[in-house]
């Protein structure tokens, strides 16, 4: 079982990223799945989440910015990010778990799902 991100990298203000995590060794389908980040002496903090029937969340930074996606064919997530700010520097880790999504706790980003190794996204002002 592996979730492997993409697409990070550095950005100015105002700027796109498009994140893709690619998932293997599970049937993807099932699962809710999401975005988490984590910026340094910061929480880790849910940014989107989408269900297994298409419904989707944000988080109130993310709404009107962030587009989240999922391929079940291809096993693949995506995290579209738009207007990007020196506010959403941070790790980006995408998540897969049977419902609800989950995780331990603010500290770090982890949970009893399958998570992957995050990607670095940096925002320049």
């Known amino acids: 079982v592996q979730l492997v991100e993409s697409g990070g990298g550095s950005v100015q203000s105002g700027g796109s990223l498009r994140l893709s995590c690619t998932a293997s060794g599970f049937t993807f389908d099932d699962f809710e799945v999401g975005w988490f980040r984590q910026a340094p002496g910061s929480e880790c903090e849910l940014v989107s989440m989408?269900?297994?029937?298409?419904?989707?969340d944000y988080s109130n930074s993310a709404k009107g910015r962030f587009t989240i996606s999922r391929d079940n064919a291809k096993n693949m997530l995506y995290l579209q990010m738009n207007s990007l700010k020196p506010s959403d520097t941070a790790v980006y880790y995408c998540?897969?778990?049977?419902?609800?999504?989950?995780?331990?706790?603010?500290?770090?980003?982890?949970?009893?799902?399958?998570w992957g190794q995050g990607t670095q996204v940096t925002v320049s002002s």
């Open positions: 998540a897969a778990e049977r419902p609800p999504l989950r995780k331990y706790d603010d500290v770090f980003c982890g949970g009893p799902g399958y």
């Open positions: 989408l269900s297994s029937d298409g419904s989707s």
